[in-house]
């Protein structure tokens, strides 16, 4: 096979080399290993190791395609291809390839070196059968992309993350057939460039916006049943929202079910608890939340909660929110508070013969600790005492309870104030 003059590798030669039958133990019948065929039901070579039909060939230092009858031999059967990690420069080639896979629904260009190369006009037709389109951290440039989802009509997913992108440049065809936009990890700061991909991408259920540095959210109320119409589910996360109105305006978007805002700089100084319940409260339709489900049960503790934490806040303060739902639920009371923290100690009736004392108990201590404790109050080496724990919210009801392994924490039995510690001698 050939291999490129300037010291790169083809297509044809990684698959050669990765897929050829001297590398792999192979049968002519049943059992373990690659089966060589005669009459192939995978690649129509004849003779020749059957290639999958999902093609993984990332980080094989690929930079041309190669013997073009030689791509449509090995891969016309091929509907899923990954090239990431790669050293391709150039579209033509890329192209090349493409013509001779008919197939393709799926195809992977990440960490390929793309910046500067563009397309001649009319050479992208043979991205047209295309579903999946992933180009992270190629830096594809806007022109280069809509050039591609003009001639894919039926691209579903289309990836764009860590291409530095940091304005959108508007095509004037929009591409109505994309569902899910992943641009992550990009320098989006304004809301208007974001507002721009629902004008390109206007049937968009799915939108990542993770890790931009997006200030706000500036969207007039009838705005985004035009702009968005058939967003569903958002990802915001370690995005630079800082205020609870920009987390209000997700409510105009018509169709949104589905939010992810961790790591954003409004919720910084609230609890996980209250970061939940607060959000919750003020996105009224969205049924999952940061990947967990928005039960009915949740969604009102949640609204009580706001109503609650909000409750004695300065009436210009107030959320818009809380007047909608204090109208549902009425001025709640507090919450009891109830402290759950174990005890450390508790306050006892030590027994011994004719005499009870009271008796301050500390629960970290072991039975061995307590029997050196009352060494001196009983008058009795551990070793000659027997103590027992008698619960009194029992009313005598079990017998005394033998505190006779040393190494046992006293917490471990439930002591509770106005229990008693009985005292008595060892007999000999």
């Known amino acids: ?77 091929v509907v899923e291809l990954d090239l990431s990690h790669n050293q391709l420069k ?29 397309l001649e006009a009319g050479a992208a037709e043979v991205f ?10 190629t830096h594809v440039t806007w022109n280069m992309v809509h050039t591609l989802t003009r001639e894919t009509p039926e691209l579903e997913e289309l990836f764009l993350c860590l291409n530095e992108f940091e304005s959108v440049s ?40 993770a890790n931009n540095s997006l200030s706000s959210i500036h969207e007039p109320e009838d705005s985004p049943q035009r702009v968005f119409p058939n967003l569903r589910s958002i990802n915001l996360h370690n995005t630079g929202l800082a205020r609870w109105e920009d987390i209000l305006k997700l409510n105009f978007f018509p169709k949104l079910q589905e939010v992810r805002v961790q790591g954003i700089p409004l919720l910084q100084p609230y609890t996980d608890h209250e970061r939940r319940f607060l959000t919750i409260a003020q996105l009224p339709s969205i049924t999952v939340l940061n990947g967990s489900v928005v039960t009915d049960g949740e969604r009102e503790d949640a609204e009580r909660f706001f109503v609650r934490y909000y ?10 929110r809380y007047q909608t739902l204090l109208a549902r639920y009425g001025r709640l009371a507090p919450l009891a508070e109830v402290d759950l923290r174990p005890l450390s100690s508790v306050q006892v009736d030590l027994r011994c013969g004719d005499h009870t004392d009271p008796l301050d108990l500390r629960l970290d201590q072991t039975v061995a600790d ?22 009194r919210q029992l009313g005598y009801a079990l017998e005394p309870q033998e505190l006779k392994y040393g190494g046992r924490a006293l917490h471990s039995y439930s002591i509770r104030d106005g229990d008693e510690i009985l005292v008595v001698p060892k007999m000999q």
């Open 1 to 77: 096979m050939e291999s490129d003059e300037r010291g790169g590798r083809t297509l044809v030669q990684v698959i050669s080399e990765k897929y050829s039958p001297d590398n792999f133990p192979y049968c002519r019948g049943s059992g373990v290993g690659v089966v060589i065929r005669s009459s192939p039901q995978g690649s129509p070579v004849k003779d020749r190791l059957n290639l999958p039909r999902i093609l993984v060939l990332d980080g094989c230092g690929i930079t041309q395609a190669g013997d073009e009858e030689e791509v449509a031999a090995f891969c016309s059967h």
């Open 90 to 118: 150039d579209w033509g080639e890329i192209c090349k390839i493409l013509s001779n896979i008919p197939n393709l629904d799926f195809l992977n260009l990440s960490m390929n070196p793309l910046r500067g190369s563009c």
């Open 128 to 137: 047209s059968g295309l579903r999946r389109l992933v180009l992270t951290n």
């Open 170 to 209: 508007v095509s004037s065809v929009p591409c109505p057939s994309l569902r899910l936009l992943h641009i992550t990890d990009n320098q989006l700061q304004e809301w208007v460039e974001v507002r721009k991909l629902g004008l390109m991408y206007p049937g968009l259920v799915s939108l990542i916006l």
């Open 311 to 320: 409750l004695d806040c300065p009436e210009d303060e107030l959320p818009q």
């Open 370 to 391: 307590l029997k050196k404790q009352l060494k001196a109050v009983v008058q009795l080496p551990p070793n000659k005492m027997r103590v027992y724990y008698i619960d």
